[in-house]
């Protein structure tokens, strides 16, 4: 059995890098060396990013108070105004905003077939559970 942080690992933070990615290379005019020093991350990365080839299975976006942190959060970067621990902390947040509104939980799922999403409390034990999964298949 995954755990739901290894889940995240895989799916939940190239999200949030991708929309912070995607928000300084074309809302702030960042080259993409430029975001990739901020992100700590490859330029390669920035650019997978960008062009929609990793970080697409969730959409952080529609997630109000995610997208909330994440303007915030790339405000701050372009202007130069967030070190490397702070990012961390911002990038915690909104992933711990995910768990909480159940979005990992069809990941969880495809990850171990025997865990039952209807009953797993382990993210969001109040069980409010958006679904903004998006299946590669189109299903």
């Known amino acids: 059995m995954l755990l739901p942080c290894e889940v995240a690992v895989k799916s939940v933070i190239p999200a949030i890098r991708s929309a912070i990615a995607r928000e300084l290379t074309q809302s ?20 997978k990013y960008t062009r929609f080839y990793r970080g697409t299975v969730i959409e952080v976006q529609r997630i109000e108070e995610a997208n909330i942190i994440l303007k915030e959060t790339v405000s701050l970067l372009a202007k130069g105004q967030m070190d490397k621990y702070e990012l961390a902390e911002k990038l915690c947040t909104v992933c711990g905003i995910i768990r909480e509104k159940g979005v990992m939980c069809e990941l969880c799922s495809l990850s171990d077939p025997t865990i039952d999403k209807e009953k797993c409390i382990v993210c969001c034990p109040n069980g409010s559970k958006l679904r903004m999964y998006k299946p590669k298949n189109g299903q």
């Open 28 to 47: 702030h005019g960042l080259k993409q060396k430029e975001v990739a020093e901020l992100l700590g991350i490859t330029q390669t990365a920035v650019s």
